[in-house]
């Protein structure tokens, strides 16, 4: 099926890489769960599918509409966004390199640059990247290479100009890479702003339906070259996405764009019901005009999400009794499902970065709105402020 590169969102997402099986004329395309492929004679590849580290028929498909909707030339699909972003940094990194990061960035990324890059030699600096002073004055030119964007950040949802640090890695010679994750596509285009990289923890807003683990990157045009040698790096390390995650993560993403929609317009209403209660201190979420990247959350991107964070007025204790009080906000890791979650990062998702200039206040409490009822989830947040 060839669909124009300038059909709409929701087009790409039902369409790119999901042609109709030709034999049956199956709508949905078959899952190939196979491990190899018969060769027509030595070297003779039907289709370039040799073994299914390599390459695998349902994973092409899922690439393939990852690209189209982050408007890139090339997708992969990894075991985890963890994995996507390892092979990405193993790929472009040696001793000695420097990365930037951001200073409120995923626990796991942080973890991983400092803890596993770090032993390898590896060095970063993790700075505001809302301070494009303090951003320039962290690369170090020739030898930072890699500026990483997180963006809305995790958790607590600050907004980087994505096209003012493109400018500045451009200036310096670094990549720049932007985790998409918390935005996705439907919300916020990276690529047109500038990045080079987009990389994605697939588990989160694209499966969308907490039933599947998995990541992705989507590199832009002009990156061919990298794009092969991370292709490489893959194939070589093998941290792809088996294919049923690729079915699963393709099914959810037929979806997105109106799940986001709803995502959006129901954490828009917890969070300015949240803005007036006493018993919160802050409320972290850009569709807020008080929130102080609201003006540019607004240009940058087309919806303000479903994340939101809040300050408890009264500290650790108070935010480890709501988050243990909620019913339809369960407690859980991960985020970007159908259902609702309630997390405390400095216990939870963000207890490796304790100590660490990235470590998260304990006070803090991460709302991942689902599409259930917006009235219902309101009077769930509201008996469980009741509570404190």
């Known amino acids: ?52 580290r390599g390459g695998n028929p349902t994973r092409t498909a899922l690439e393939t509409q990852l690209a189209a909707l982050e408007r890139g030339i090339r997708g992969l699909s990894f075991a985890s966004g963890l994995a ?7 790929t472009v990194l040696a001793p000695g390199d420097h990365v930037v ?18 032993a390898w030699g590896v060095r970063h600096s993790t700075v505001d990247l809302g301070d494009l002073d303090a951003v320039r004055a962290a690369i170090e030119p020739g030898v930072t290479k890699v500026l990483w964007i997180e963006t809305p950040s995790n958790p607590l949802m ?4 994505i096209a003012a640090l493109a400018a500045l890695g451009a200036e310096a010679g670094a990549l720049v890479v932007v985790d998409n994750t918390f935005a996705t596509p439907a919300l916020q285009q990276p690529i047109a702003l500038g990045a080079q990289v987009v990389v994605h923890s697939t588990t989160k807003y694209l499966g969308g339906h907490s039933d599947v683990v998995g990541g992705a990157l989507v590199f832009a045009p002009g990156q061919e070259e990298l794009a092969e040698q991370v292709t490489f790096t893959q194939f070589a390390a093998g941290a792809v996405s088996g294919p049923f995650d690729a079915f699963l993560t393709t099914r959810g993403i037929k979806t997105l764009g109106i799940r986001m929609e709803r995502h959006s317009a129901t954490a828009q209403l917890i969070a ?18 008080s929130h102080e990247g609201h003006e540019l959350a607004a240009r940058q991107m087309s919806g303000f999400g479903g994340m939101l964070s809040i300050d408890l007025a009264g500290g650790g204790e108070a935010a480890r009794r709501f988050a243990e009080s909620t019913t339809l906000f369960q407690l859980a890791e ?11 990062p400095w216990a939870m998702t963000h207890a490796s970065v304790r100590g660490t200039e990235a470590e998260v ?9 689902g599409i259930e009822d917006a009235n219902d989830l309101l009077a769930d947040i509201d008996e469980a402020l009741a509570r404190l």
């Not at 078959?30 to 030595?42: F, N, R």
């Not at 991960?334 to 405390?344: A, D, F, I, P, T």
């Open 158 to 161: 600050k907004i980087t100009d």
């Open 361 to 369: 206040a304990e006070s803090i409490v991460r709302l991942s709105v």
């Open 272 to 289: 300015e019901r949240l803005a007036e209660h006493d018993g919160i201190a802050r409320v972290y979420y850009p569709g807020l005009e």
């Open 1 to 52: 099926m060839n669909i124009s590169d300038r059909a709409g969102f929701d087009t790409l997402a039902i369409h790119a890489g999901q042609a109709f099986d030709p034999t049956t004329g199956a709508v949905i395309p078959p899952v190939y769960l196979t491990s190899t492929y018969v060769q027509d004679g030595i070297g003779g590849l039907r289709e370039g599918y040799e073994y299914s």
């Open 84 to 90: 996507a972003e390892d092979a990405l940094l193993r």
């Open 101 to 118: 990061v951001g200073n409120d960035v995923y626990g796991g990324t942080h973890r991983l640059i400092r803890k596993v890059h770090g």
């Open 334 to 344: 991960s985020l970007g499902g159908v259902e609702s979650l309630v997390n405390h």
